[in-house]
T-cell receptor
């Protein structure tokens, strides 16, 4: 099993460009999450999904959109990137029957917006 | 006041030393507590849960003090491989589901 994978690992964008980050998991988990991690701040939840076809806003959703068309994939979109979105993005997944602490994290995507 | 606060460090300790980290949380209704480990440029990984009675896993001991609203992590006989950032995580049960809050992390550097 690959666990949780993220694509790409690193990306540089110019302000105003758009991109999609892909998260894939092969553990048949129902719940999936997108976080961002910035210096001096803890991981913050952007959006999450409790199942295929459902998404919900987290703590810092502005400027991002998500989609969960397939159970194994959770996409994070930036429609018009801003320098404030420079961050490390982590995806996570967990089974429905399990506490929040049972999340498995992906390796992260480093995004630089110039 | 931040919901979860940690001393960012770094804590520089010699190999074999004992080191302790604290983490404070602001919401007394918080339900569950954990320590995660994050290596440089890697994802966070669950290290251990924290219980009021205290729990131990090898060289690691975690403790919860609900009255003072802090959790602690003690590492005995530090190894070079313990060098990492340790994240405190607090879970609050809300009407909208569980809210998981990460601390900013405490950096540990174990040196020869």
């Amino acid at each position: 099993n690959a666990g949780v994978t993220q694509t790409p690992k690193f990306r540089v964008l110019k302000t105003g460009q758009s991109m999609t980050l892909l998260c894939a998991q092969d553990m048949n988990h129902e719940y999936m999450y997108w976080y961002r991690q910035d210096p001096g701040m803890g991981l913050r939840l952007i959006h999450y999904s409790v199942g295929e076809g459902t998404t919900a806003k987290g703590e810092v959703p502005d400027g991002y959109n998500v989609s969960r068309l397939k159970k194994q994939n959770f996409l994070l979109g930036l429609e018009s990137a801003a320098p404030s979105q420079t961050s490390v993005y982590f995806c996570a997944s967990r089974p429905r029957r399990g506490g929040m602490e049972t999340q498995y994290f992906g390796p992260g995507t480093r995004l630089l917006v110039l | 006041r931040k919901e979860v606060e940690q001393d960012p460090g770094p804590f520089n300790v010699p190999e074999g030393a004992t080191v302790a980290f604290n983490c404070t949380y602001s919401n007394s209704a918080s339900q569950s507590f954990f320590w995660y480990r994050q290596d440089c440029r890697k994802e966070p990984k669950l290290l251990m849960s924290v219980y009021s009675s205290g729990n131990e896993d090898g060289r690691f001991t975690a403790q919860l003090n609900r009255a003072s609203q802090y959790i602690s992590l003690l590492i005995r006989d530090s190894k070079l491989s313990d060098s990492a950032t340790y994240l405190c995580v607090v879970i609050l049960l809300t009407g909208g589901g569980n809210k998981l809050t990460f601390g900013t992390g405490t950096q540990l550097k174990v040196e020869l």
